[in-house]
């Protein structure tokens, strides 16, 4: 029996759209059927919830992240970000590092946070697969996985090169990090073409998760996330990327702005942040909040990042008030909270908009999200309740924790 939801009365912002006054969004069974205005129909024994004068809009998307994998508070063992073993980590998984009970995740629903891309660290000049999730919902991670097959993280810049050169190994310069990931690729198409070889001779062929997964690069299956913040180590991810032939995301791009002519005409989206860091490294020096206005005005596809726990999840909103302040269009700042980190990576047949045939991913704000007085209200993921409203008028909205949902009044119960 189809489960029905209507959300009635609520400003709703759809992001591909115009804003609608009054508006309705209806789902059914965990995905939205509708979006209009008050004379949207709604099916019989739905539920209704009643949100006027709140905005209603979709959950953001924190595109790169390392919640559960680095998690808040924790310290040293809580921390499974880096492998910092091997300069080629491409067979490490951020899946299998995540704890799903960090307190992040709750920081994220409190922060309008539905959907995060959870990567390896930046330690090794490639550090593994990376997973994108919802924040909320499952007894294991693996319950909350919106995709397996997102992208792959890799780092130019100082920190491959400091982790390595402190160990007195390659790679310990620019030159060395480079030289790592051109001959990971020519390896990764070696074996691309002896393991099609050998398919073709029906002959058996002994498999590497190294080269699988770059060749999955290389076959344009999986995106490559770039790490780096200088304009240098931005010319050469395009450089690499160009001789391999794979598509690339520019991670942080600090300096993305000295060159952003070049990453509009190429078709490069940036995913830039965080925005609330001091400068702590020399490859920061240039940082700016307002960097990011500059690089979309020239016509790059932008997307916002916390990188928590650099920068903690629920304060991903803050960052895109803050870069209107300095510049950003609001309309763009909200694009690069929902609808563009779901595009660049891959993920927009399911999140980052309310539309028709999206996963119900929906959070009620108080007043425009991009006001910083505004506060979440209630939270949906994939339709059903995970932020809700406190019994008590004069409290803050309650997380429905999982044994709830689950029918259970506690883990032991």
Not at 102 to 126: C, H, M, Q, W, Y
Not at 150 to 161: D, H, R, T
């Amino acid at each position: 029996m189809t489960e029905y939801l209507a959300i009635i009365g609520g400003h709703v912002v759809p992001v591909l759209g115009d804003p609608i006054p009054n508006g309705t969004v209806v789902v059914a069974d965990g995905v939205i059927s509708a979006v209009g205005d008050a004379s949207t129909p709604i099916p019989e024994g739905a539920r209704i919830v009643e949100v006027s004068g709140s905005w209603v809009l979709p959950g953001f998307v924190e595109a790169h992240g390392h919640l559960g994998v680095h998690e808040d508070g924790e310290g040293w063992s809580g921390n499974d970000t880096n492998e910092m073993t091997d300069p080629n980590g491409a067979r490490f998984r951020a899946l299998d590092g995540i704890d799903i009970e960090e307190v992040g995740f709750r920081d994220a629903l409190r922060g309008g946070v539905t959907t995060a891309v959870i990567k390896p660290g930046s330690g090794n000049p490639i550090g593994g697969r990376t997973v994108a999730i919802k924040t909320w919902g499952g007894r294991t991670v693996d319950e909350q996985v919106l995709a397996l097959d997102v992208s792959v993280k890799s780092a130019l810049g100082e920190n491959p090169k400091r982790v390595y050169g402190d160990k007195k190994q390659t790679p310990s310069t620019r030159l060395g990090v480079a030289a790592v990931l051109r001959e990971a690729f020519v390896n990764a198409r070696n074996y691309a073409e002896k393991r099609s070889a050998a398919a073709a001779k029906g002959e058996p062929f002994e498999r590497n998760l190294t080269n699988e997964t770059l060749a999955s690069v290389l076959d344009g299956d999986l995106v490559w996330d770039q790490h780096c913040h200088r304009h240098d180590d931005i010319a050469t991810a395009i450089r690499i990327a160009e001789e391999f032939g794979y598509t690339f995301v520019v991670n942080h791009g600090t300096e993305g702005h000295k060159i952003a002519d070049v990453l509009a005409e190429k078709g490069i989206p940036v995913i830039f942040g965080p925005l609330l860091t001091s400068r702590s490294k020399v490859e920061l020096r240039d940082r700016a909040i307002g960097n990011l206005a500059l690089i979309a005005a020239a016509g790059v596809k932008v997307a916002i990042t916390t990188d928590h726990p650099v920068v903690p999840i629920d304060q991903l909103r803050l960052q895109a008030i803050l870069a209107v302040r300095e510049g950003l269009p609001a309309r763009t700042a909200l694009e690069a909270l929902t609808v563009n980190p779901a595009s660049i990576l891959r993920l927009d047949a399911r999140v980052g908009a309310l539309e028709k045939g999206r996963d119900a991913d929906i959070v009620v704000w108080s007043g425009d999200p991009l006001a910083l007085d505004s506060r979440v209200e209630q939270v949906f993921i994939n339709g059903r309740a995970v932020v809700e409203p406190s019994p008590d008028a004069d409290s803050q909205p309650r997380v429905v924790e999982r044994w709830s949902r689950f029918g259970r009044t506690s883990w032991m119960g």
